[in-house]
């Protein structure tokens, strides 16, 4: 019975012309949940769009576009403070980037396309495969490697630890020029504190060992999640220090809509996002076109 | 936010104190809170709104006992219901007795189907069956090292392809002769994730069911997964058949409301939970334990209490 598809389209033959009511903000705050924008971010926006009708008449076709204009302005507002729009390496200096999140969200994948767009791009890029725990992780990275045609640096032996392999990498970064050094890390849930605490290592590590780096330190958020990926973002911007976002699985039906609870509660500019297995898959964020996404019939 | 959920509810459900019996006028502050807290759990909408009205149906008119509040009561059918939607009690896995049992394992990307196939593998050994593992999934990197580094930790047999182009069915054929040839009486099959919308991913599933026939089509399902846990399940369970599930990653603080939705919309029952990495962290479902965790009902029950 109910499916996404069509569902906008279904709302504005419904409302038509009409003035909003409060019926109609019943059935664009269902648009919302459905994203999984979540209950309070949803009563927000609603509220807003309520002041607003308070002040004017709108039709639906007005409403929703007052909604996705609230929605851009909530993601855009951390990419606009951390004064970077697109994040790309700096030129002559080594620039750091880790990728965390929990159990397979896709950062391994994520990191092979990074690679793949950073060489391709003409950086000096270089692989630190610091997950030593998921069984055949550091297969798996290896063959993005080979995709990439980038070098990876791992420690094959049972129970290496993640940190050395780290040290290891920035090492060998520093001696070949490298631009880019791509850090692939292991899955964890944020409520495992130990596993926390060795992602603040590593972090650490990279601060003392580069402190001229420029360092990324990027949450990779699964589309499909729900409300948890606020949760996730919280504790991982404690550990890791976050400054950023990725988003991944947007070629499904998955809105990615506990993102804005992400940039509004935690202040994380998303930088990319994921949409499918190849090694192309990968796009710079950009806030208009995945509200426009998040609010389509799929 | 349990701490948010539960003043909520402390709330709404003093509203009904004093009351002798339940109805449509005192109950619907408390119906909404419910609602939130099923929608923060991530049970889909579809399923919230179902929910609601049957719980509403059922709540109301119920007479209060004296000693018991009208709020302890309403709560006492909500969790009631929820645990009856989940199944009431643990479903265990199904058994071939004649031939060998076949189990399909199927799911989104990065679900923990692997995972998954390498721990109902042990939870099988362990049960003194002879069992094999199969790596049916082609695509992903490191697919088959993966199953068999998790094999190895327990001398568990893995099966993968024996040429290099083979197709999932194929491999999934072979493994059963070979199965049956070595006297295996258990075979876990894992394959690629896919998304429900991928037609093209969604026939080979298909076609791996027609060759194998298995006794179980396990569909796995990540426990943080949003509002999609319905359209996921629905078109899985659409286009391929499914005859349960196993919710993973539980060992984190998501509230697991996939559970609701899978349940509701399969008609199917979720048969194990998956609470940690390693592949001894498999349990068997238990719809009162889901039950407390969707709600916060730890804690919405001793609030209950003290109102
Ligand atoms: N459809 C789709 N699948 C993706 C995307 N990104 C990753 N995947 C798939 O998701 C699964 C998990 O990806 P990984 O890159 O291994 O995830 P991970 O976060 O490194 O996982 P762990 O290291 O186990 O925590 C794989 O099957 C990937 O192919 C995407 O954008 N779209
Ligand atoms: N914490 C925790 N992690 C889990 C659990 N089950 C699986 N994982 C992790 O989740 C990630 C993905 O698991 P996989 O078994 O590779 O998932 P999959 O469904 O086979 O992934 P694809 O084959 O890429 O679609 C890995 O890091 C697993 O270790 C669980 O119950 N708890
Ligand atoms: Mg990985
Ligand atoms: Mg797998």
Known sequence: ?298 | MFDELSSRFEDAVKGLRGEAKISENNINDALKEVKRALLDADVSLSVVKEFITDVKDKAIGEEVVRGVNPGQKFIEVVNKELIKIMGNENSPLNENENSPTVILMAGLQGAGKTTATGKLGLYLKEKDKKVLLVAADIYRPAAVEQLKTLGSQYELEVFSAKEKNSKPEEIAKEALNFANENDFNSIIIDTAGRLQIDDSMMSEMVRIKEVSNPDEVLLVVDSMIGQEAADLTKSFHEKVGITGAILTKLDGDSRGGAALSIRKISGKPIKFIGVGEKIEALQPFHPERMASRILGMGDVLTLVEKA
């Open chain 1, 1 to 298: 019975e109910e499916t996404r598809k069509g569902f906008v389209t279904e709302l504005l033959d419904k409302l038509g012309d009409d003035p909003l009511t409060p019926e109609a903000l019943d059935d664009l705050e269902t648009l919302l949940i459905r994203a999984d924008v979540g209950i309070d971010s949803t009563d927000k926006v609603i509220s807003s769009l309520r002041t607003k009708l308070n002040e004017e008449v709108l039709g639906a076709e007005a409403g929703i576009k007052f909604l996705k204009k609230e929605l851009k302005l909530i993601i855009d507002k951390p990419i606009k403070s951390s004064g970077t729009d697109l994040l790309v390496p700096q030129k002559g200096k080594l620039n750091v980037w880790l990728l965390v999140g929990v159990n397979g969200v896709g950062k391994t994948t994520t990191l092979g396309k990074l690679a793949y767009l950073s060489s391709k791009s003409n950086y000096k890029t270089l692989i630190a495969a610091a997950d030593t725990f998921r069984a055949a992780a550091v297969e798996q990275l290896k063959v993005w490697g080979d995709r990439s045609n980038v070098e990876v640096i791992s420690n094959q032996s049972k129970n290496a630890d993640p940190a050395a392999v780290v040290f290891d990498a920035i090492n060998s970064a520093k001696k070949r020029n490298v631009d880019l050094l791509l850090v692939d890390t292991a899955g964890r849930l944020q409520t495992k504190n130990n596993l926390m605490d060795e992602l603040a290592k590593i972090k650490k590590i990279i601060d003392r060992k580069v402190p001229d780096a420029i360092v990324e330190s990027l949450l990779v958020l699964d589309a499909s999640q729900g409300q948890n990926g606020l949760k996730q973002a919280k504790s991982f911007a404690k550990s890791a220090d976050l400054s950023g976002a990725i988003i991944t699985k947007l070629d499904g039906t998955s809105r990615g809509g506990v993102s804005l609870a992400v940039s509004e509660e935690v202040n994380l500019p998303i930088r990319f996002i994921g949409a499918g297995e190849g090694i192309k898959d990968l796009r710079p964020f950009n806030s208009y076109e995945f509200v426009e996404a998040m609010l389509a019939d799929k």
